[in-house]
């Protein structure tokens, strides 16, 4: 597959033949400004085959986030021999403590 660097002035008086280029023969058109590339024209093929790419790194990056949470969901539970934490009763602690300290002021829960 070939790169071709077309000028952006150029597409808009050969657009249709660019699309061609890219549709039947499978070119891939980088538009330039000024010498540097600002984008492409792909084919469709390409355009599905990009986000199937970018859907599947997705998926891959939220279950290798998955697997780390649920190691260290395991290595906590096992410092703690197994007993979960609970939120709950770790807030009603803060409350309890806050009172203690004349910081709880009424019906900021």
Do not use: P
């Given at each position: 597959m070939t790169d071709a660097f077309i000028p952006i002035g150029q597409v808009k008086r050969d657009i249709s033949t660019l699309i061609n280029r890219v549709a039947?023969?499978?070119?891939r058109i980088i538009l330039t400004s000024?010498?540097?590339p600002k984008a492409a024209l792909v084919?469709?093929?390409?355009y599905k085959r990009l986000q199937k790419e970018q859907a599947d790194d997705n998926l891959a990056r939220w279950?290798?986030?998955?697997?780390r949470t649920d190691a260290l969901v395991a290595e906590v539970?096992?410092?703690?021999g197994g007993l979960t934490i609970s939120v709950d009763e770790l807030l009603r602690q803060e409350r309890e403590e806050l009172e203690?300290?004349?910081g709880w002021i009424a019906g900021s829960h």
């Open positions: 039947y023969r499978g070119e000024r010498g540097k084919s469709i093929e390409d279950q290798a986030w998955l697997a539970l096992a410092r703690r203690e300290r004349g």
